[in-house]
């Protein structure tokens, strides 16, 4: 009888406990329900997971583990292919899209979407001309980063520069005897290739503290807000401070250098910039500008030309099909010309081909993020206004409905391939669409030209795990050797 006793209390405590499980669970589904209930069209169908947390531990738990798909793949497994969900992450009550057409949808609707990132992201980056300036200050402000990074005559005064800083790290990268983090070394060249643009040659004891303060918020982009010592959250922001102090002298001494009419790089352009009405950017505004503009730029810069190399690494017929194409533009350009044209870039169409599969399968941004200024209806559901719309871009990138096994890398994919319209967003759409995605482009085929040509990479730990927060690597940073296999071409 007393076991007996015994089992019934330990089921009905296990029945209590489930039962209160099930019930918190429920509480944001609830609360939401109550909030909603008289809308015309029902929300997505999805869950909004735990109060609070909603469902960032599963999304922790999938991107952590190298896995980042599952967290998607189990939305569409339980709630059906209609490419619309709703669920909570960071903070808020989001709805995820992964149908191209709705994305583009979205992406192009600024009266409807607005910018809405996780308030770690604007917290850390606090960019005024990207999350704050009305829509007429975000059109001067597009124009003015499009004039200094898009256009053929522009372009081409950067291609010398970004040739030297390419052509001297790799020489550097190779005489190390050691195994180096080759994502480390990436983001140096890239983050000298930016500065350079911007700042031209500066003290570089100040350039090393501010790509060090970068690497620290570039981990608390999509962290917990949580500002406490030893939180991601709490190092960005202390990071991004240390870069202000360290950025604002040097648009001090700008300033004063235009005064006495010395003009340089870019930078100067951006203080000068006028427009009609005479409007002007502020001291703050510049710096911010310069802060956001180098810390989307050369991370997501750096990781391409880091996984072009892994894949190609790995896929030896691909990487000689490469080689070949580098080979027989070196051939054909004439023999006094001493450095790569726009001409020669424009040539290298396969290498244009790999450069868009590394973006498709590893682009940086899971997600692009807006948020609902007013309530809408998409396909029969209501998005809220106030609600966050992530355009969920890694699952588009990887729907074989628009990519044929999409896990291989597979570069002649693009050839003569008819890209449906929202189907690849690595660099996002509508008003909001990079205006530096050319530059980065053309950054990535010189490295790739002069690696591919002169180099080549023993990875330490090939089957190395890897991890996707806040952006896909190697957990081990990609530690490898870089081998000299020719002189400089």
Known sequence: MDIQYWVWIYALLLATYFCVINFVWRLNELYYYMKLRKKQYPLPPGDLGWPFVG???????????????????????????????????????????????????????????KIGYPKSTIEVVRCKPIWSFSKEEHRRFRRLISSLTMGHNTLETYLSSMEDIVINSLEEISRMTHPVEFLKEMKNISFNIIIDIFLGSYNQHIITKIGNSFTEMHSALFSLPINLPGFAFRKGIMAREKLVKLVKPIVEERRRMIKHGERK????????????????????????????????????????????????TQNPH?????????????????????????????????LSQITNEILRLKNT????????????????????????????????????????????????????????????????????????????KIEISIFLHYFL????????????PITNLPSPKPIDICLAKVIKVSSIA
């Open 55 to 113: 469902n960032m531990l599963a999304f922790i738990k999938h991107f952590k583990s190298g896995h980042p798909d599952l967290f998607i793949n189990n939305l569409v497994s339980k709630y059906g292919g209609n490419g619309i969900y709703k669920t909570h992450l960071f903070g808020t009550p989001s709805i995820i899209i992964c149908d191209a057409d709705m994305c583009r949808r979205v992406l192009t609707d600024d009266e409807t979407f």
């Open 365 to 440: 941004n899971f997600a692009i993020f807006r948020e609902a200024t007013m309530d809408v209806n998409i396909n029969g559901y209501t998005i809220p206004k106030g609600w966050k719309v992530l355009t969920w871009t890694r699952a588009i990138h990887m729907d074989p409905t628009y990519y044929p096994n999409p896990n291989e890398f597979n570069p002649s994919r693009w050839n003569d391939h008819n890209i449906k319209i929202g189907s690849f967003l690595p660099f996002g759409a509508g008003s909001r669409h990079c205006p530096g995605s050319d530059l980065a």
């Open 318 to 350: 691909i990487l000689e099909k490469a080689k070949e194409e580098q080979e027989e533009i070196m051939k054909t350009r004439l023999s006094n010309q001493k450095h790569l044209s726009l001409e020669d870039i424009k040539k290298m169409t396969y």
């Open 265 to 312: 790089d870019l930078l100067d352009v951006f203080l000068e910039a006028r427009d009609e009405d005479g409007w002007k950017y502020e001291d703050e505004d510049i710096i911010d500008i310069l802060i956001g503009i180098v810390l989307a730029g050369h991370e997501t810069t750096a990781n391409s030309m880091m996984w072009s190399m892994i894949y190609l």
């Open 453 to 464: 040509l002169n180099y080549k990479l023993e990875l330490v730990n090939p089957k190395c």
